[in-house]
């Protein structure tokens, strides 16, 4: 059984899985699905068309499933799609995408710290933190294990690579290669993410060759096109250095330099 607070409004169209509990003065709108065990504290405002998974955490004031921002919306029905396991912070917003075939995804066990925001249109994978004030704009992508800091901004159709690091008060408007880390404004790539990569039980060699990716990319006296070719023809092609070399060859903006 679901437990829903006397104050709580949810519309008749809304669907609660069982184990969920809705605190005092939430709203939860029409058309919006949410999943097994998850909890609104308090004024969390849930608005759909939305499809929430199971077991995630929504602090007050969080504002999930609002239409988009995006001037050329035009009122038609867009979606937002919302993996397990997510805490959403006090403030923290959420858009759903501009177009019925454009949607706002967000995966699983993702951490958004108070105030962050997550654009229409975006896509955001798994075991990613957002922290305070962290914000993207639409048509972002975030790969897995990334971190956003505090008071950055990542403008709008720009990618941020797996187990990649946006340091503190950091503007992006170029796509942030997988393992890098970027800080500043602008926004320069400062390292390989070390400390995370160990954390998260990469092997000594594979973050030696991460490492010898990154001397190319960012230390050679080559263009970037010329380091990309010496990737391939010179190292041994891991799963961590095919994805980096996907990434920067794919990228539409340029990569962070």
């Known amino acids: 059984m679901s437990k829903i607070h006397p104050t709580a409004v949810v519309d008749a169209t809304a ?13 939860v709108g029409p058309n919006v699905h949410l999943g097994e065990n998850c909890e609104l504290r ?3 405002a849930l608005a759909g068309p939305a499809k929430i998974g199971a077991n995630n955490l929504f602090y007050p ?9 995006d001037l050329k919306y035009a009122g038609e029905p867009t979606y937002l799609e919302i993996g397990s396991d997510n805490v959403f ?23 958004f710290l108070a105030y962050s925001h997550v654009a229409h249109d975006c896509t955001v994978g798994n ?18 294990h990334a971190i956003i ?25 170029q796509d942030l290669p997988p393992f890098m880390i970027a800080d500043g404004n602008p926004a320069k790539v400062r390292g390989v993410n070390l400390v995370g990569l160990e954390r998260r039980g990469f092997d000594p060699s594979s973050i030696r060759l991460i490492r010898e990716a990154y001397r190319l990319l960012y230390r050679g ?10 990737i391939r023809s010179e190292m041994e092609q891991t799963e961590e250095i095919s994805h980096l070399v996907a990434f920067v060859e794919n990228s539409q903006r340029g990569i962070i330099r």
């Open 42 to 44: 308090n004024h969390v």
């Open 127 to 144: 075991h990613i933190i957002f922290s305070n004030n962290g914000t993207i704009a639409g048509h972002v992508t975030v790969e897995d």
């Open 221 to 230: 006296k080559i263009n970037v096109q010329q380091a990309i070719e010496k």
């Open 149 to 173: 800091g505090g008071l950055s901004g990542v403008h709008q159709f720009c990618r941020i690579g797996q187990h990649a690091i946006v340091g503190g008060c950091t503007k992006i408007v």
């Open 89 to 111: 912070r006090e403030f923290c917003t959420v858009n759903r995408g501009t177009e019925p075939q454009t949607i706002t995804r967000i995966g699983n066990s993702n951490n």
């Open 61 to 69: 004031f969080s504002s999930i499933g609002e239409r988009s921002q």
């Open 15 to 27: 669907e609660i899985s069982a184990g969920c509990l809705i605190g005092p003065y939430c709203i």
